[in-house]
């Protein structure tokens, strides 16, 4: 009986982290590109178009 609780720690454990992993996954480098933001726009600004006929 010990065994089996030790297997569902275990898992209930590696679903955790599983979760933990994904946001910090998605979550980290969202905050590096907003504090890069403003120095992208400055070294690559973008293109301003000269009226309507986008030349």
Known sequence: MEFIFDVIINLVSLVFL???GVITGLAIPGLF???????????LPVRKKDGPSGR
Do not use: G, R, T
């Open 18 to 20: 599983s979760i933990l």
């Open 33 to 43: 590109i907003v504090a890069l933001a403003p120095w992208l726009d400055w070294i």
